[in-house]
């Protein structure tokens, strides 16, 4: 089955800086990756997918690449800010696989004022 | 109106006790889950309902019976609790299984074993 890892498994940055999240996937079908961010005590809330057929996706400060050769993908979180702090979870979906994502792992991202 | 709905948000139970959690999405979607939270915070799949039908059942105790009545609800019972089972449970919801999107998930159910 689908393995996903995620890099770093803490991440600490000051306002303004930019802060990147790496994940790898092990099977070359899966097709879609969302990314999720879960603030203290909250559900995970989908911020930004991307499909196989495109290699960078970008929302406001929010962009996520994908590199399929290399079976990686990233989130670049620019300019953050305070409320930016949560855990992000990185997800990957092999198509026709019932809709099952397979999370890595999870990031902590401190933003300090 | 809050599109996945979980009761109850906490739980505090003693073991051997049989606990229920409940669930209720209003998106319209075919497609509900279970997913586990542990206390280090990763994310497993439980199951997997599709238009009341189970379609994912992964390596999890049959002391944990999922039950959906109908598209909308999905439900999961626990017999036997046990210390281990505490943990967070997510119920989510995605439009369809033949395609990958993104889910929307409930505000989870703390359960605590004591």
């Known amino acids: 089955g689908e393995n996903v890892e995620q890099h770093p498994s803490t991440l600490s940055v000051q306002e303004g800086d930019s802060a990147v999240i790496k994940c790898t996937y092990s099977?070359?079908?899966?097709?879609?990756f969302p990314w999720y961010k879960q603030e203290l005590g909250k559900r995970p809330q989908l911020i930004i997918d991307i499909r196989s057929n495109v290699g960078e996706k970008k929302d406001q400060r929010i962009a996520v690449t994908l590199n399929k050769t290399a079976k990686h993908f990233s989130l670049h979180i620019t300019e953050t800010q305070p409320e930016d702090s949560a855990v992000y979870f990185c997800a990957a979906s092999i198509p026709f696989n019932a809709g099952k994502s397979t999370f890595g792992d999870g990031t902590t991202l401190t933003v300090k004022p | 109106d809050t599109a996945v709905s979980q009761t109850p948000k906490y739980l505090v139970t003693q073991m051997g006790n049989d606990k229920s959690i409940k669930c209720e999405q209003n998106?319209?979607?075919?497609?509900m889950y279970w997913y586990k939270q542990d206390s280090k915070k990763f994310l497993k799949i439980m199951f997997s309902y599709n238009n009341k039908e189970l379609i994912i059942n992964e390596t999890v105790p049959n002391r944990f019976s999922p039950k959906s009545p109908d598209k909308a609800h999905l439900n999961l019972h626990i017999n036997s609790l046990e210390l281990g089972d505490s943990a967070v449970y997510f119920c989510?919801?995605?439009?369809?299984?033949?395609?990958?999107?993104?889910?929307?998930f409930g505000s989870g159910t703390r359960l605590t074993v004591v």
């Open positions: 989510a919801s995605s439009p369809r299984k033949e395609a990958n999107y993104g889910y929307t």
């Open positions: 099977d070359s079908a899966s097709n879609y």
């Open positions: 998106l319209g979607h075919d497609t």
